[in-house]
């Protein structure tokens, strides 16, 4: 599997940002495909996943303001990121993996794949 994002830049706070994952050779059927983010001096999270195109997690810190959504052939994810804050700059990660538990959906340690990040800057 190969993980490729995209989208990444500079805003001001209040603005919004719309990160993609192009993923290849990425089979939904018994996993998942989220986001992580890592800000400086701290360790990587959890932002929001994605099963079967339909079941979605997200962070409490992005609920309501982060939307993840997937397109029909599973190639592609994406990001939708509105009222960004300055606490959501990050370099932002997509990863996947072939297994699912809703209890570790956040856990990075169980993800297989990583794509090489992009990086979020809001001020």
């Known amino acids: 599997v190969q993980l490729v994002e995209s989208g990444g830049g500079s805003v001001q706070a209040g603005g919004s940002l719309t990160l993609s994952c192009a993923a290849s050779?990425?089979?939904?059927?018994?996993?998942?495909i989220g986001w992580f983010r890592q800000a400086p001096g701290k360790g990587r999270e959890g932002v929001a996943v994605?099963?079967?195109?339909?079941?979605?997690y997200y962070a409490s810190s992005v609920k309501g303001r982060f939307t993840i959504s997937q397109d029909n052939d599973k190639s592609m994810m994406e990001l939708q990121m509105n009222n960004l804050r300055a606490e959501d700059t990050a370099m932002y990660y997509c990863?996947?993996?072939?297994?699912?538990?809703?209890?570790?959906?956040?856990?990075?340690?169980?993800?297989?794949?990583w794509g090489q990040g992009t990086q979020v800057t809001v001020s």
């Open positions: 990863a996947e993996k072939n297994t699912w538990s809703g209890r570790t959906w956040a856990d990075v340690g169980t993800y297989d794949n």
């Open positions: 994605i099963k079967g195109g339909i079941q979605k």
């Open positions: 050779g990425y089979s939904s059927v018994r996993g998942c």
